[in-house]
């Protein structure tokens, strides 16, 4: 028997990206383990990727071409060869491209996070094509935008830093569940003495293991942080050197916070007045006492009309009591910026046809809409072709009975690269088989530590799966593509992937990376000690003339959400309840629903639902609802439990709609609308009512 050990790079979209060591046993992956050297992995993997064998080797692995032979949606195919799939493609893609390119549209987001098989022959190919551009904006665009109107980019603190923490706060997260190694270190500082605090309308399982727990209604976190700068300055719990050397616009920060008293920021959150007080006094007597500060905020905040502002006005928090002076201090919403990627020479813009001129440019949260939208002088030819990869938008984008029938068009092309036999499978016209993680080369920066990544392949592809660098050089070549780039390998691309002329990653080298499986990057241990942010002014910006510019409020502010109680009250009068839908512990997105293990750990599609709201609807536990608003309605199981605060339901996320007693999910209910920056989705900005079925 022929054993070894391959480096491997989780490519999930977690800010983890953990470093593994795959066991191979004549070419069979036999057991998948953390790196105990790596530093932030530590040896640990969560239960998800602890069971990645099991996922690369199901029985449901889509292993060749297959073209549709049933309606769109009901998941009937007949196998056919690659040279049959992609003369098909090639086929109906031409006429396309030679009279109307932009009517061929990628929908593609964070399947894998890999920086190859992402997004780089992929998008040389679209670019090629003057194919629509999609905005791929679905997850963290309002946070980052809002963070950069104020911070500059993506830095923050080291997670590595994390545990030397005297106050953490952990905002709109559940690192039990989503960021494990994040939630090792705070577990640390913990036992050091730190005091942990959750800020989640939900009782998550982080929150039932911190020392306090702030549950604000969904979307008012914007408010609670008005309301701590509120008191940070009144109780002169602020750090009046840090402001002034490295902040701009502190007055006019302190005449707005001002409105922002203690009792209207309760009555805006929903939380107790002396919790209001709690917070601001925790987080700013510590700072005031020397002791580092953090706050990791997470991405549950920006999902509602004003996320973006939400995560700005957070981000305000460290500056304001000198956070930053400390490595153990200042916040982290993703550490995506601190990596020196070189885009340019992974995706090759260039190659649009016209780059004084830009094919439009489609939000892949409004797909529903768009797939269903006519030709138009305002929206330009209607979408003809998609071509799906790195997504399942039939069970993630929200409004999902639209989605749906935009999918079911028979006059729409859909061509899905997949791993598995998805809701968005169902709809596709013809399907190419891709590998996993196992099975091909890829590197990789991290969102939530400071490691560039490499991912060597451990086992032969499976089938005749393809990575999707192959797929779309095959496809390239099928279109009559010639340039250079075309022929390039995943190595060749692997070895361009960070930029060596940057200090950040000036040792970079794509053969020591593979060998190694990891390298840190040249950071300061606390990137603002000194001021030098990259914002237009260099300091952290309360007032930004960049958001003035952009049409947007300069100074942080409060945006109510497009749906509540407060805000539209006659629609609440039919839809009481606030919804949120943040991710189910054993899933990630809709990745992993369909290993058995897991599915059966997490059971079945539930909704919490405080006890107060369950009798006045006579639903008890266990009892089947359906939760329903004018844009649809999906059924699952009741679970009464006072984890959901009261005016709150809570439907843990996202399972495949076929797996689904009734063939439906969360996203029936949730809305296209756009946060008020960056273009991103409002999952958590829902109202619903909810009743009981027989």
Partial sequence: MTTTQVRATCPHDCPDTCAILVTVEDGVATEIKGDPDHPTTAGVLCTKVARYAERTYSPDRLLYPLRRVGRKGEGRFERISWDEALDEIAARLKPLAATAPEAILPYSYCGTMGLLQGESMSLRFFHKLGASLLDRTICAMAGFTGYKYTIGGSIGTDLEQFQDAKVIL??????????????????????????????????????????????????????????????????????????????????????????????????????????????????????????????????????VRGGGMAVRNIACLPALVGAWRHAAGGIQLSTSGSFPTNKPALQRPDLLPDLAKLPRTINMTTIGDDLLRPASPEFGPRVDAVIVYNSNPVAVAPDSSKVQAGFAREDLFTVVLEQFPTDTVDYADIVLPATTQLEHTDAHLAYGHLYMMANNPAIAPMGEAKPNTEIFRLLAARMGFTDDCFRESDDEMAASAFRKDDARAIHFDWDSLRQKGWQKLAMPDAPFAHGRFPTPSGKCEFFSASMAADGLDPLPAYIANYESVASTPQLAEKYPLAMISPPARNFLNSTFVNVQSLRATEGEPRLDIHPDDATTRAINHGDMVRIFNDRGAFVCKARVTDKARKGLVVGLSIWWKKLAGDGKNVNEVTSQRLTDMGRAPTFYDTLVQVERVS
């Fill in 170 to 303: 952990i905002w709109g997260g559940n690192p039990i569940a989503s960021n494990l190694h994040f939630w090792m270190r705070a577990q640390e500082a913990k036992r050091r003495g730190a005091t942990l605090v959750a800020i989640d309308p939900y009782r998550s399982l982080t929150a039932e293991k911190c020392h306090l727990h702030v549950a604000p209604m969904p979307g008012t976190d914007a408010a609670l942080a008005l309301g701590m700068m509120h008191v940070l300055i009144a109780e002169n719990l602020v750090d009046e050197d840090y402001i002034i050397q490295y902040t701009l616009g502190y007055g006019q920060l302190k005449e707005r916070v001002a409105e922002w008293t203690p009792a209207r920021t309760a009555a805006t959150c929903g939380i107790p007045e002396e919790q209001v007080l709690q917070l601001a006094r925790l987080y700013g007597q510590a700072a005031k006492e020397g002791d580092p500060v953090a706050i990791r905020v997470n991405y549950g905040v920006q999902r």
